[in-house]
C-alpha cells in the first residue's frame, strides 16, 4: 500500500471518529436538555442545605428533599412578609399535557420568610422524600420532575400562577437540576409552620414591612390556608372538642340508657303484682259476701 493511499484511510478513520464522537456528544447534551416547556414558569428556584450551601444534586431519598428552597424571583403583592407563606412542590411532566393539569403534591409546609425579594420555603425531616412522590408519579419524562414555589396568605388563597421552577432530572436514586441560577441560600430567614411557631412569630415581627401588630394572628390564619395544615389537620383539632360535647350532650351512653330500661323493668314488673293484689282482694270480698248470705239464709 502506497503512503499515499495509508494517508487517505487514516484521514477518513479520523474524520468517522471525529463525527461519532461529536453524535455522541450532541446525544448526551440532548439528553441533560430540559424536555418539556412551561409558560407558566417565571423565575426560577434553587436549593439549599441546613448549612446554606446551594446543592444542584442528591439522593432521592433524603428527607427533607432540601433543607430550603429559594426563589430568584420576589413574592407576589398581597403575599409578602409578615403574612405571605411559601410552600415547595413537585409535579410530574407529562407529555403533550398542560403543565397546569400535571399531577403534583407539597413536599413542604408552608413557609414564612423574611426576605420578600427572595421568598423562601424550608424542608423538615418529616417532610415526604422525593422517592414518596416518584413512587406514586414515576417520573415517565425522561427522569423529570418540576419544582415550583406557591404561595398562601390569610383571606386571600394560593397564588399558583406564574411561579418560580425549577427541572430536576432523576438518574437511579440521584437527582440533579438542570439549568438554573446560582441562589444566595443566607438572603433570608425561613421558618415553615409545621413546627416552628416561635420562630414564624419572630419572622412576622421582625420581618421587613412586618409593622401589623397581630403577628401571631395572621399566622393562625395562613396556617389554616396553606399547606401546613397537614400538622394540625382541622378534623384534628376539632375531633376531642367534638367528641367533648358529644359527651357532654349525652354523657355515658350506656348508663345514660340503663337508669331508664330499669325503671320501665319496675313498672313492668309491678303491673303483674298489683293486678294479683287486686284478684285476692276481689276473691276475698266475693267469698265475705257468699258467706254473709249463707249465714243469712240459716237464721231467717
Not at 407529555?95 to 420568610?113: E, I, K, L
Request: charged share 10%; with cysteine.
Amino acid at each position: 500500500m502506497s503512503k499515499l493511499v495509508r494517508a487517505v484511510v487514516a484521514a477518513v478513520a479520523t474524520i468517522g471518529f471525529g463525527v461519532v464522537g461529536l453524535g455522541a456528544g450532541t446525544s448526551a447534551g440532548a439528553a441533560s436538555a430540559v424536555p418539556y416547556t412551561d409558560a407558566n414558569q417565571v423565575g426560577s428556584i434553587g436549593f439549599c442545605d441546613a448549612q446554606n450551601h446551594q446543592i444542584r444534586s442528591g439522593s432521592i431519598e433524603a428527607q427533607p428533599f432540601a433543607a430550603k428552597t429559594v426563589s430568584t424571583v420576589a413574592a407576589p403583592k398581597g403575599y409578602t412578609t409578615p403574612v405571605g407563606r411559601a410552600t415547595l412542590y413537585v409535579y410530574q411532566p407529562i407529555q403533550y399535557v398542560d403543565p397546569g393539569d400535571w399531577s403534583g403534591r407539597a413536599m413542604t409546609g408552608s413557609s414564612a420568610f423574611s426576605n420578600n425579594a427572595h421568598p423562601m420555603a424550608e424542608g423538615l425531616r418529616a417532610d415526604p422524600s422525593l422517592v414518596n412522590f416518584t413512587a406514586a408519579y414515576p417520573a415517565h419524562l425522561d427522569g423529570f420532575v418540576e419544582f415550583r414555589l406557591y404561595f398562601s396568605a390569610p383571606n386571600a388563597g394560593t397564588y399558583i400562577r406564574p411561579y418560580p421552577a425549577a427541572a430536576v432530572q432523576i438518574t437511579g436514586k440521584t437527582w440533579r437540576q438542570i439549568g438554573g441560577p446560582t441562589v444566595d441560600c443566607g438572603a433570608g430567614k425561613v421558618a415553615s409552620n409545621e413546627l416552628d411557631l416561635p420562630a414564624v412569630q419572630h419572622i412576622q415581627t421582625a420581618g421587613p414591612g412586618s409593622s401589623t401588630p397581630a403577628a401571631s394572628g395572621a399566622g393562625t390564619g395562613s396556617g389554616s390556608a396553606g399547606a401546613s395544615t397537614s400538622s394540625h389537620p382541622s378534623g384534628a383539632s376539632a375531633g376531642p372538642s367534638s367528641g367533648a360535647s358529644a359527651e357532654a350532650s349525652s354523657p355515658a351512653g350506656t348508663d345514660t340508657t340503663g337508669p331508664a330500661s330499669a325503671s320501665s323493668k319496675s313498672s313492668s314488673n309491678s303491673g303483674p303484682v298489683i293486678a294479683i293484689v287486686v284478684i285476692v282482694v276481689l276473691l276475698a270480698a266475693g267469698g265475705g259476701y257468699a258467706f254473709l248470705r249463707r249465714r243469712r239464709g240459716r237464721i231467717a
